[in-house]
């Protein structure tokens, strides 16, 4: 499935009336990494990984990998997607995808244009001519990662609500959440506080999305992604956090 769709399933901005003490997110930073079981139906059937790069300037890029295994390895599905992180501005700059999903490879670019409000997108299909689409966007959209990445920082609380405009390919649409409750996620890599967050999108094709997805997200600094469940049109994905290591770790080596 889509790489920022499955290591992802989120997105959002502009808070309403917050109903419980906040938690004050701390931006993550490079040399983190969170690696992730995936299920589908039940059966596990791959594995995704989340990195943040080597800074470049105010650019971090985070590295999004996904692809099945086991049993599921008959459905070749193999996902490649850079973010381009601009941490000063906390917006996304734009994504590179390299992707082969059951035999159709592809490679997408997307570049935001901010001052002209418009996003450039790139599509390369095997044996096509590239497609080229300039989209007029609002102010403040951002590609599904970047919306994810997006969600991390920001300050979460109990009954807060976000909606931002997305652009997923040449399809531009609004991703609506709700920080629901808080709980204690058990996951391969051990327990974590965790705010559970419904997601209301629009995903279009066979990807698209039967009913509101939900996120876990830790409480610590960072809110890095503990578990995901979606139900897509071909069934329901789930994603659980295998292992975590922090941001900081791998420059502090070095």
Do not use: C
């Not at 943040?52 to 459905?75: C, F, H, K, M, Y």
């Not at 734009?94 to 159709?104: I, M, N, R, T, W």
């Not at 506080?193 to 997805?213: E, M, Q, Y």
């Amino acid at each position: 499935m889509n790489g920022a769709r499955v290591a992802f399933l989120l997105a959002l901005v502009g808070p309403s009336a917050a109903a419980a003490p906040v938690a004050r997110a701390q931006d993550f930073s490079p040399g983190e990494e969170t690696v992730f079981t995936v299920s589908y139906l039940s059966v596990p059937t791959g594995e995704g990984r989340i990195r943040v790069g080597n800074a470049e300037g105010d650019i971090w890029p985070v590295i999004l990998q996904a692809r099945t295994s086991g049993a599921a390895s008959l459905l070749d599905i193999r996902e490649h997607l850079v973010s381009y992180w601009d941490v000063g501005r906390r917006l996304s700059r734009g994504s590179d995808l390299q992707a082969f999903e059951v035999g159709d490879f592809h490679t997408d670019s997307a570049r935001f244009d901010r001052g002209a409000s418009q996003v450039t997108v790139v599509e390369q299909r095997r044996g096509r001519e590239k497609k080229l689409t300039v989209l007029a966007v609002p102010e403040g959209t951002l590609d599904l990662a970047g919306a994810f990445l997006w969600l991390r920082v920001q300050d979460l609380a109990l009954g807060r609500q976000y909606e931002i405009p997305v652009v997923s390919g040449t399809s531009p649409f609004t991703l609506l959440a709700e920080v629901k409750s808080r709980e204690v996620v058990k996951t391969p890599a051990g327990d974590f506080p965790s705010f559970k967050i419904t997601v209301h999108s629009a995903f279009p094709g066979k990807f698209s999305t039967r009913r509101d997805s939900t996120l876990w997200l830790s409480e610590s600094a960072g809110h890095h992604l503990v578990r995901a469940s979606a139900e897509f049109a071909v069934g329901s994905v789930v994603a659980e956090l295998k292992s975590y290591r922090p941001g900081g770790q791998e420059t502090a080596a070095r």
